[in-house]
């Protein structure tokens, strides 16, 4: 990058700073060390303030000082060789300000060793005027990349606090404050906050740096782990608030907006400031959804920045004079060369901020307008990542290919652990980590489409941009029925060069998922839902379909892509089900976010079992033997060795230490992060029917195959139990309404809709590949396997009961609606 | 050609495949190249992601921490990062020239 007249501040961008300064940072830091190491070597005592203020301890301090520095200027010799904003002039100064510190140091070590003079006879030692030999300028970032550590105050503070931190002993504490204080200075007070107490000789709090750095880490992470989406929107604001700098700055004014962009004070932080408030702005409506943080940094921000600053005259790109730039024209005109020449230096200036900018980046601004912003498959090679993304999959143990190229691998599929016989594969919670959940559910899922090829079809039809972009006839993706258009696109796989598009659309679905503006939101949604399932024939072939299914905190995530034209689309994955796609939602039940919390029980003899990992039988003893505990913390103890694995993003996971509550209560197990309840007697288990559905690890069933799966398959996964630790907050129902076009606008439509697609019948009926659906074939699901499971063990009063409790799920409806559902799911027309 | 916005996305893709770039660490089959841009942009996100948290005070801390504790809602923790007065621009620069400067001095590693 060309090199270009320097900043106006020489630290305002943070890039450079002088070397008397950096000269100090070091000196610093050094003399933190130095204490620190002195400290620790006199066991924290007394002796340790005294030798510091020795003459000896001044000459090591020294002799660290320059060994340190003489190192550093190493180092920032390969420095010189980035390129720089700062002219070569400026630079030069800099060399030679650098030069006369580190030989000042040098004299004075010297004239120590000397005399035996203190430090303060030595600074009178004239060094400047000495030949300039190995200096460099100073890049900050090279020395200290932490962005907490970027100025000086929070350094000196960082190196204070490194010393503090340890020591116990609060007159050793409030002696080397003293001497901190000492050494920096009046100007570096910061260094200094934690002056003693004169009524209990305790270090007073500093106002702004009480916590250690390790503590802060901590913290830091701790909020990290929560993966807020309003915090990585803010994130995103930030990202995106750099690019539109760029690319302001990369703007051409005419002469006379250069003039309102001065006036706007970017170097000061007058620009950067409107920007954060138009970016705060655009967060509201734009942002609304969910975790789609990439889009509201490529739509609401970008288009509301730009015409603000288009509205102040400040930019026009294309160089045509809006009214008030022409008006602006005819003011300069008035008030001559005097102000071309300002308006020259602000243009001057402004360049130089954005080379600075290109420079710490290593992003030039069109690097910028030429990279892609949303997904944009036109910048890539399709089959070859197709193909890349399928290499050795053939000599894979399992992997069938068929003649059209076609490749698939149901190890998977065929997995006895798998969460239901209907999913497209084994339960994927456990495989996220609480940490990278979006980094872990993008490989997963990119592994599980490969090797499974319907369920590629299905979350590709779900996606039009991605249809298109492989070149699926628009009369497929203008079919608004998705399980048609998933048919319609398995067949076209099957068909003559299904190998073709299933690497092509491979290759489009790993960009979707990787692409930064794709927001991935997790959630619980409860309700009825349409879902694709698969499901293997007699002749071997793969069926297609969707079926209705009945939700009940059942672990979701929300996938919005955004293309680079601004439009996004939205799909929800099942993530016990090996992330099958799901289709219209059918109810207004609201989605809730991930709970991690958990009901656990005591079971005697057994340890500790999820309440919803109960069997009938250990349910019916609640109450009774049996202790429940509900969580009262987001991290729950496994207690239990045998208890399957919960997933991260439901929580539990091993109890630390700093997960125990902080305040007893009530609780019986303070130390446990557990609160423990009285049992509730009546609502819970002679009425709860059914044992959970989650297969045991540690009982797999035998057979492997959907067909030959024992009757437990039939039982519904989720007790009616409630469950008082997870409330659900109802949301708006736009929320639901809004994720998928598609959903059926009008309510009397999605009753009947779910009416008809609860009988087997119907299901049979709808969509393009109508086959013959076998006794157990998965049309129905959760809902209706539990009615199935249940029918035969209760009596009519039970089945009231149990209608009512299903009636408390559509409390949206009014009565008629409500009894038609339940009669026509207790009528037995759905096997 | 659609409008150019100044996005997230946008400028992490052109950090990394420069960074990429730089590092010489181009010349490999697509998907692996597709592996390591998301790797780096999950890093370099990441950097952010620090750079904003590290830029709060103690008691700004404490404050998040505490709504961590008690899963405040969302709306309760954007108002928390709009009140914030650090300058979100300046904070992601520096954090993501940091970790530019990581990588090129091999203190990150390529897999």
Redesign the interface.
């Known amino acids: 990058m060309a090199e270009t007249g320097r900043m106006g501040s020489g630290e305002s ?2 890039a450079v700073i002088p070397p008397e300064r950096f000269m100090e940072k070091l000196a610093a830091r050094e003399q933190a060390k130095q204490v620190e190491q002195l400290v620790a070597e006199q066991q924290l005592g007394q002796e340790a303030i005294a030798v510091v203020n020795q003459e000896e301890a001044e000459k090591a301090k020294l002799t660290a000082e320059i060994a340190k520095t003489e190192a550093e200027v190493e180092k920032l010799r390969q420095a010189l060789r980035y390129p720089s904003a700062y002219s070569k002039e400026y630079r030069e100064e800099q060399l030679r300000n650098a030069e006369g510190s580190l030989a000042s140091l040098r004299a004075k070590a010297e004239t120590l060793e000397a005399s035996g003079e203190k430090e303060g006879e030595a600074e009178g030692v004239q060094t400047e005027g000495e030949p300039a030999e190995d200096f460099e300028y100073y890049v900050w ?2 020395l200290v ?4 550590a ?1 100025t000086h105050e929070l350094l000196v503070k960082a190196s204070y606090e490194d010393v503090l931190k340890d020591i116990d002993d609060p007159k050793i504490k409030a002696d080397l404050a003293e001497y901190f204080a000492e050494r920096f200075g009046g100007g570096e007070k910061v260094a200094v906050e934690g002056e003693t107490d004169a009524g209990n000789g305790q270090v007073a709090e500093t106002p ?4 250690s750095e390790a503590e ?1 880490k901590e ?2 992470e ?3 782990a ?1 993966g ?20 302001l700055l990369g703007a051409k004014p005419t002469t006379a907006q250069a003039t309102r962009v001065s006036d706007l004070g970017f170097a000061s ?1 007058g620009m ?2 409107m ?2 408030k138009e ?2 702005e655009a ?1 509201s409506a734009e942002t609304e959804l969910a975790g789609t ?2 889009e509201a ?3 609401g ?3 509301g ?2 015409s603000q600053i288009e509205g102040a005259g400040v930019r026009n790109p294309e160089g045509e004079g809006s009214e008030e730039s022409e008006g602006d024209e005819e003011a300069e005109k008035n008030e001559g060369n005097e102000k071309s020449e300002e308006n020259e230096e602000n243009e001057a200036e402004e360049r130089s901020v954005l080379e600075t ?1 290109e420079d ?4 030039s601004l069109e ?8 997904v944009d498959f036109s910048r890539y ?1 399709l089959q ?2 197709g193909a ?2 399928f ?1 050795g999959m053939a000599d894979q143990e399992g992997t069938v290919v068929f003649e059209n190229g076609l490749m698939m691998n149901l190890a998977n599929y065929n997995s006895p652990e798998k969460y239901k016989k209907n999913s497209f594969g084994t339960d994927i919670t456990k495989e996220l980590s609480k940490e ?1 959940k979006e ?1 872990d559910l ?1 490989n997963i899922t990119l592994e599980r489409l490969r090797d499974f090829a319907p369920g590629l079809a299905a979350f590709s039809a779900a996606l039009p941009g991605v249809l298109e972009a492989a070149g699926v006839d628009q009369s497929i993706i203008n079919n608004e029925n998705l399980e048609e258009r998933g048919q319609a696109v398995w067949a076209l796989m099957q068909g003559e060069n299904g190998g073709d598009l299933q690497r092509k659309l491979m290759a489009e679905v ?2 979707v998922l ?4 794709t927001g991935f939101s997790f959630y619980q949604e409860n309700g009825l839902e349409q879902t694709f399932y698969a499901k293997m024939l007699d002749d071997g072939s793969m069926q297609l379909a969707m079926s209705l299914e009945e939700r009940k905190d059942e672990p979701q995530v929300e996938v919005v892509i ?1 293309y ?3 439009h996004t689309e939205v799909i929800d994955l099942s993530l016990r089900c090996s992330g099958q796609p799901n289709g219209d939602k059918v109810t207004k039940k609201s989605r809730s ?1 991930i709970s991690s919390k958990k009901v656990m029980v005591q079971v005697p003899g057994k340890g500790w079992k999820a309440l919803d990992q109960l069997d009938s039988g250990e349910l019916a003893k609640i109450g009774d033997e049996m202790t429940v505990r509900v969580p009262d ?2 991290t729950v103890p496994d207690l239990d060795p045998k208890r399957p694995e919960v997933p991260e993003i439901l929580g539990p996971g091993p109890l630390r230490p700093s997960d125990k509550p902080e305040t007893g209560g009530e609780t019986s197990a303070p130390d446990s992060g557990w609160s423990e309840t009285t049992v509730p007697e009546t609502p819970t288990t002679p009425e709860t029917p059914t044992t959970p559905e989650t297969p045991k690890p540690e009982t797999p069933p035998e057979a492997p195959k959907e067909e030959e799966k024992p009757a437990e398959d039939e039982k519904k996964e989720e007790p009616e139990t409630p469950t008082p630790e997870t409330p659900e907050p109802e949301k708006p129902d736009e929320e639901v309404e809004k994720k998928d076009p598609s959903v059926a606008e009008d309510l009397d439509d999605k009753v009947d809709k779910a009416g008809e697609l609860d009988k087997t019948e119907d299901v049979e009926d709808t969509g393009v590949g109508k086959t013959e659906v076998e006794d157990d074939a998965p049309t129905t699901g959760d809902y209706v396997d539990t009615v199935e499971g249940m029918t035969g063990s209760m009596d009519e009063k039970e089945e009231q009961e149990e209608a009512d409790k299903k009636a408390e799920d559509y409390d949206y409806l009014d009565s008629d609606e409500i009894a038609d559902i339940v009669d026509e799911i207790l009528s037995g027309g759905v096997k | 050609m ?14 990394v ?3 990429i770039e ?1 590092k010489g660490w181009g010349e490999r ?4 190249l ?1 592996k390591l ?3 780096l ?2 890093q370099a ?2 950097a ?8 709060l ?2 008691e700004q ?2 404050e ?2 505490e709504m ?2 008690r ?1 405040a809602p ?1 709306e309760e ?2 108002e ?3 009140s914030l007065k650090i ?16 990588v090129l ?1 091999d ?1 990150i590693e390529e897999d």
């Open positions: 961008m943070g970032e090279d990349p932490s962005p907490e970027q702004e740096r009480k916590l802060r913290k830091i701790k909020v990290r929560k807020w989406a309003p915090f990585k929107r803010a994130v995103a604001r930030a990202m995106a608030g750099v690019a539109a700098v760029m690319m932080g950067i400031g920007l954060e970016l705060n967060e943080t990439g940094m490529g739509t921000i970008g288009s920045l730009i900018l710490k980046l290593g992003v690097d910028l307008k030429n990279t892609e912003g949303g090679d070859g990542i890349a993304m290499e990278n980094s993008i790993s960009l990787t692409n930064g503006e955004t680079a034209d601004g976010p913390r987001e | 659609p409008e150019v916005m100044p996005s997230k996305e946008r400028l992490l893709n052109a950090f495949d420069q960074l730089d089959d697509p998907e692996e597709l841009r998301l790797k942009k999950t996100d990441e952010v992601e620090k750079g904003v948290l590290g830029a005070s103690d801390l404490d998040l921490g961590a504790d899963d969302d923790v954007s928390f990062f709009k300058n979100y621009v300046k904070v992601a620069t520096d954090a993501l020239s940091g970790f530019r400067q990581r001095n203190e």
